[in-house]
């Protein structure tokens, strides 16, 4: 059997790629485009691995989806290739609207015609899950309920509304033409191989350089954060156990700050790797804050628990805990991201 997973090669999907293939000898064919955000580096602990096949590729490529659809006959695409950045889709909306509205389109249609073509038990048993983000449900205030999966859609910037497009595609593939989809909403996940540009990665490597961590606005803006292989055991349950057709939103009960998220590193690298020149908190800076900046995110993760027995192994504690001794124990890997290095090492390591 054989599962096809799109952007493996980037943050979330290659910890879900390597705790798959660490639990599992189910066979992973891995699509992704290795934009500046894939780094096949996270899976050179596959190398050799005849379970992983990686494929470098866009999932908007009809042709190409096709053919491994045919070719590898996956019983499921587990689909996490997106533009995920949102400073980014501020600065530059054209690509989220290619890969998240109309790549995700073609994946769909591109999975519609290979589950009809299944034989009955093949079509039962097939599964398309998307993963989304709680960002579509837009910003709370700060005494609102967390979000249920009903709340209903707000997305407030390019990022959010293209994941929010793709989310109702997803709908109405199922709703229309009956394709066996589940859909999972987690809030911010941090871990191993986060590519630092997002708060925590950048906040750890900018500290260890000895430059500002920048704050946007106050500080004060709430998120619920989820170790990342908490997000991964989540999509493995709803996968295997999940309604069709049902939304699971996915988070940890781990609502903070941005500020309370500094200062917990600052105060981890404080203790792990102190710094001659003084405790880290020194180089907090606020900057300009991010246009549109969503003030506060919190997931209700009560339907997933009671329907599906999931919890988050992690606490916030043990979870930043071990993300900073990751980053650093892998000095060279965040090196090898902060001078581009990355891009080359698919041929430094294995040749031309
Ligand atoms: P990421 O930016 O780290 O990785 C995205 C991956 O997708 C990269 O490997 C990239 O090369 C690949 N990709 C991009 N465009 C592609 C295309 N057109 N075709 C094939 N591959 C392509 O993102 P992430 O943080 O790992 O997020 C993965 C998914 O999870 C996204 O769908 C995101 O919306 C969702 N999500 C992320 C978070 C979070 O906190 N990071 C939380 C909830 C949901
Ligand atoms: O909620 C889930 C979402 O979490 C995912 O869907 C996105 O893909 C993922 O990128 C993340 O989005 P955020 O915008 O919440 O993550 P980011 O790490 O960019 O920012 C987290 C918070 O920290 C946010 O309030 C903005 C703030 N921030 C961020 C950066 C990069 C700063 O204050 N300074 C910074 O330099």
């Known amino acids: ?196 540009e997002k708060l925590i990665p950048l906040i750890i490597v900018n500290a260890l350089a000895g430059k500002p961590l920048p704050l946007y606005g106050d500080g004060l803006q709430v998120r619920d954060w989820l170790f990342v292989a908490d997000h991964c055991s989540a999509i493995r349950e709803v996968l295997a156990r999940g309604r069709v057709g049902e939304t699971y939103n996915v988070g940890g009960w781990n609502e903070k700050t941005n500020k309370e998220i500094v200062h917990a590193v600052c105060a981890l690298l404080d203790e792990l790797r102190p710094s001659a020149a003084g405790p880290y908190a020194r180089l907090i800076t606020h900057v300009k804050d991010r246009p549109g900046h969503d003030r506060r995110y919190a997931i209700d993760a009560r339907k997933i628990e009671g329907e599906l027995g999931w919890r988050p192994a992690e606490t916030f504690d043990t979870g930043i805990r071990k993300t900073v001794q990751w980053y650093l124990e892998h000095a060279d890997w965040v090196a090898d991201v902060q001078s581009g290095g990355y891009r080359e090492w698919v041929n430094r390591q294995y040749g031309a």
């Open 1 to 196: 059997m054989t599962i096809l997973v799109t952007g493996g090669a980037g943050f979330i999907g290659s910890n879900f790629v390597l705790d798959w293939l660490a639990g599992c000898d189910e066979a992973v064919v891995n699509l992704d485009a290795l934009t500046y955000a894939g780094n096949l580096r996270n899976l050179a602990s596959l190398q050799g691995d005849a379970r992983h096949r990686f494929v470098q590729g866009h999932i908007g490529d009809r042709a190409l989806v096709d053919s491994l659809l045919a070719r590898h006959q996956p019983r499921a695409i587990v689909h996490f290739a997106a533009e995920s950045h949102v400073d980014r889709s501020i600065h530059g909306p054209g690509e989220f609207m290619k890969t998240n509205v109309e790549g995700s389109f073609t994946l769909l249609e591109a999975a519609r015609a290979h589950w009809g073509s299944l034989d009955d038990a093949a079509k039962a048993a097939f599964r398309f899950h998307h993963v989304s983000t709680d960002e579509v449900y837009g910003s709370l205030a700060a005494d609102a309920p967390a979000f249920t999966e009903t709340h209903p859609y707000h997305p407030n910037s390019p990022y959010s509304a293209s994941k929010a497009a793709s989310d109702h595609l997803v709908r109405a593939w199922h709703h229309t033409y009956g394709l066996p989809v589940l859909t999972t909403h987690c809030s911010n996940n941090y871990g191993p191989f986060h590519f630092p």
